[in-house]
């Protein structure tokens, strides 16, 4: 359904300076959708080499999509490739996404309570994402 340069357009719109801080919903739902209605193969295609390391993007955004490209695998029963586990894809603080931002603002034990659901392929990078390719 989307060729295979879908993806090469959201990691350009990445490197634009709106998507510096944090995992904006948008961007990740429209990153979700193009993935979701690939083949698994495709999408196992597409993570096998590193398409982040040369890139200008966030260093969320770079633990974002080494998460994503481990958790593809993982659901493929398929080992990760090693350069998921780059130091550079795993942050120093605990970041969530600004849609968990959103619905826990203002309240600080809900917002600590997504920690508990998140995927541990983003977990582990510090990233508190509940949800991926679930795009309809």
């Given at each position: 359904?989307?060729?295979?340069?879908?993806?090469?357009?959201?990691?350009?719109?990445?490197?634009?300076?709106?998507?510096?801080?944090?995992?904006?919903?948008?961007?990740k739902?429209?990153?979700?959708?193009?993935?979701?209605?690939?083949?698994?193969?495709?999408?196992?295609?597409?993570?096998?080499?590193?398409?982040?390391?040369?890139?200008?993007?966030?260093?969320?955004?770079?633990?974002?999509?080494?998460?994503?490209?481990?958790?593809?695998?993982?659901?493929?029963?398929?080992?990760?490739?090693?350069?998921?586990?780059?130091?550079?894809y795993f942050?120093?603080?605990?970041?969530?996404?600004?849609?968990?931002?959103?619905?826990?603002?203002?309240?600080?034990?809900?917002?600590?309570?997504?920690?508990?659901?998140?995927?541990?392929?983003?977990?582990?990078?510090?990233?508190?994402?509940?949800?991926?390719?679930?795009?309809?």
């Amino acid at each position: 359904m989307f060729k295979k340069n879908n993806i090469e357009i959201i990691l350009k719109e990445l490197e634009s300076d709106d998507y510096k801080t944090g995992i904006n919903v948008n961007i990740k739902s429209e990153l979700d959708h193009r993935l979701v209605y690939m083949n698994p193969k495709k999408r196992i295609h597409i993570f096998r080499k590193d398409i982040i390391s040369e890139r200008n993007i966030s260093a969320a955004w770079k633990a974002y999509i080494a998460g994503l490209a481990e958790y593809i695998f993982n659901k493929n029963n398929i080992a990760a490739p090693n350069w998921v586990n780059k130091p550079e894809y795993f942050l120093d603080e605990l970041t969530y996404c600004e849609g968990t931002l959103a619905i826990s603002e203002g309240n600080d034990e809900y917002k600590k309570s997504f920690i508990d659901i998140a995927l541990p392929e983003f977990l582990k990078r510090n990233l508190v994402i509940t949800d991926v390719l679930s795009a309809i």
